[in-house]
């Protein structure tokens, strides 16, 4: 399941973000693939222990928090600090890859099973060409080019590429989730289930059936959540 979530961050927060990497120094991409995605990764990004990054991660976390989007849809139970690519120049593209199904977070060596990953989109669609995130999922290949502060979630599982940027540079976060549901199908079904009650208690209130259904909502997390 792909989900669209418009304006993680606001306009205030996404040019404080775009004045960090506008300052930046960049390092190849391919520090950090795989055996098998380097062959196939060719772009830029930033040293995740740099000064930048850190005060990249701390915007961008705490954007999530806030987010009630972010948590119904992902429902996290470790986020991976994010982390910073360009596309420009001569280092514009990714080919098909997977990421890596654990990861360990810097620092303390924690592992993190990557059930959802993550792109958040900090350029504007307008200010370069190409650069397409292609997800393969059950529908299909997947074409997603968001605006800025928007941001795209989608199974670890999936096979996905960045098309070539041919014009411009195309700045993003991405990072990983571990969630309590592990399971796609049941994440989504939570997902849809939450935004349907939204729906309902906004247009009816407090009703007999919005609180039937939340405690059905919250007897499947229950069922289902590892904490």
């Not at 972010?70 to 600090?81: D, E, G, I, N, Y």
């Not at 120049?89 to 990861?103: L, M, P």
């Amino acid at each position: 399941m792909l989900i669209r979530i418009p304006a993680v961050l606001d306009s205030d927060a996404l040019q404080q973000a775009q004045a960090l990497l506008a300052q930046a120094s960049w390092e190849h991409g391919r520090k950090t693939a795989g055996v098998q995605a380097a062959l196939v990764k060719n772009n830029e990004q930033l040293a995740s222990g740099s000064e930048a990054a850190r005060s990249l991660q701390v915007l961008i976390l705490g954007a999530l928090e806030r987010n009630t989007t972010f948590f119904s849809a992902a429902l996290p139970k470790r986020v991976l600090p994010p982390m910073f690519n360009r596309y420009s120049g001569a280092a514009n593209t990714y080919g098909n890859h997977v990421d890596q199904a654990i990861r360990y977070t810097p620092g303390s060596g924690q592992r993190v099973r990557t059930d959802l990953s993550c792109t958040l989109f900090l350029a504007e669609p307008a200010d370069y060409e190409g650069g397409e995130l292609v997800i393969a999922d059950t529908y299909g290949e997947q074409r997603v080019k968001l605006a800025a502060g928007d941001m795209v979630l989608y199974p670890g599982t999936s096979v996905h590429r960045v098309e070539p940027v041919t014009r411009g540079a195309r700045l993003a976060s991405f990072f990983w989730i571990e969630s309590m549901v592990r399971s796609d199908e049941q994440r989504r079904l939570l997902f849809e289930m939450d935004q349907a009650l939204m729906r309902l208690r906004a247009e009816q209130g407090e009703c007999e059936a919005a609180v039937a259904l939340t405690g059905t909502y919250h007897n499947l997390l229950r069922m289902w959540a590892d904490t």
